[in-house]
Every structure is written in C-alpha cells, then in structure tokens.
C-alpha cells in the first residue's frame, strides 16, 4: 500500500518554514525521505527507525509517530537550494520491500 | 570510488525489441532495487533483489525481467511485452532491507 504524502505542492519564500507529512495504512519498520532535482536521481536525507532511531541531514529534522503510522519532514529557514520533490519511502517488515509516495513539490523563491 | 553506475543515461529503441539497463555498484550492498518514474510521478518498484540469486517482483513487475547473478550487478530487460516502456528508471542500493537507499543516475528510456 503506498503512502500517502501532503501537501502536494508547496510555495515557499527563503527563510520559511515547511512541514511535509506521509501517512501508511500499515505498520511502518522505517521511513525514509528523499529529496529529488528536476532531471535528476533523488538523494537520500534522512532515516527513521522503529524504536527511535534516525539518522541524516544535519539541516534537516524528522519525526515518525509509530502508533499513528505517519512521519513528518520539517524543513527550517528554507533555502532556494532546498526547491524539489520530497518522496518518503516507507518499509513495513525489516526484511521488507519500500514503497514510495507520489511526492511534494517545494518551490523556495526569494 | 565508491558508487552505483548506470548506463547508458540515454537510451532510444524501436518499438518490440528487448532493452536491457546496466546496473553496477561497488558499494558492497546486498540489497538492489530497480524504479521506473513517468514524468510528474513518484517511483514504482519493478524488482528487487536482497542477495545474489534472488528477486522478487514489485508492483509494476510485468513486462520487464531481471538477474542477480554477481552482488555487484543487477541489469534491467525491458521486453517487447512491456506496453509502455518509455520513463526513467533508477536503480538503488541498500545495505539492508529497510535502510536508506542510494540511487544511481538513471537511465531515460525512449522507445520510438
């Protein structure tokens, strides 16, 4: 079952702040989120675990709610470099596959 | 260095002919994973593999075959039953199942 991200699209001036949601029907084992340029392959920025832990960005923060089966990206003091797609990739089981999200479009201007 | 190496970036066919997409990491990951994107879209799975010789089928599975007979390699074939096979498609690596994934550059697949 894909998650399932919102916003969909979000506007943005430098210096503000985001918050980018992705919700699962099942129960997660880790979420991850990706950030992706037009044209280009996406990259990795951050990974929740169950129990805890998380590791990424240092710029960027998270969060995932076990119980409630969603995750957050927060995206502080936005920069026009943070402009793309955010995808999170959710795993049910540790030895599970991931299935992705249709993705949030940033647009940061200045 | 360290990394996962598609090719070729562009790639253009005719209609019915099998493609396949080259995928080579040294990264030492066991697990590797192959997305197709349409433009616009978020990425669907088409197989993965979590050790050398075996896969499994993902979402979009039908169409497309792949093999996993050395860790550093996972080539792609896009076949003929494939009905729309024009879309980009990203490979990606992860050392276990639910880590983060590291992609590589991606191949755009025209099909004419």
């Known amino acids: 079952q894909q998650p399932v991200q919102s916003p969909q699209a979000v506007i943005l001036r430098e210096g503000e702040d985001a918050v980018i949601n992705c919700s699962s029907s099942?129960?997660?084992?880790?979420v991850h989120w990706y950030r992706q340029k037009h044209g280009e392959a996406p990259v990795f920025l951050m990974i929740?675990?169950?129990?805890?832990e998380q590791k990424g960005h240092e710029k960027i923060s998270a969060s995932f709610n076990e119980k409630k089966q969603q995750s957050s990206l927060y995206l502080t003091a936005s920069q026009l470099s943070y402009s793309g797609t955010y995808f999170c990739?959710?795993?049910?089981?540790?030895?599970?596959?991931?299935?992705f999200g249709d993705g949030t479009t940033l647009t940061v201007k200045p | 260095d360290g990394g996962i190496t598609q090719s070729p970036k562009y790639l253009f066919r005719k209609e019915g002919q099998n493609v396949t997409l080259s995928c080579e990491q040294n990264?030492?990951?066991?697990?590797m994973y192959w997305y197709r994107q349409d433009p616009g879209q978020g990425l669907r799975l088409i197989y993965y593999?979590?050790?050398?010789?075996?896969?499994q089928k993902g979402d979009i599975a039908e169409g497309y075959s792949v093999s996993r007979e050395k860790k550093e390699s996972f080539p792609l074939t896009v076949t003929s039953a494939q009905k729309n096979p024009t879309a980009f498609y990203l490979c990606?690596?992860?050392?276990?199942?639910?880590?983060?994934?590291?992609f590589g550059p991606g191949t755009r697949l025209t099909v004419l």
């Open positions: 990606a690596t992860s050392d276990r199942a639910y880590n983060e994934q590291f």
């Open positions: 099942k129960a997660l084992y880790s």
């Open positions: 929740l675990l169950k129990g805890g």
């Open positions: 990739g959710t795993v049910n089981t540790n030895a599970g596959k991931s299935t």
């Open positions: 990264l030492n990951h066991d697990a």
């Open positions: 593999s979590q050790i050398v010789n075996d896969f």
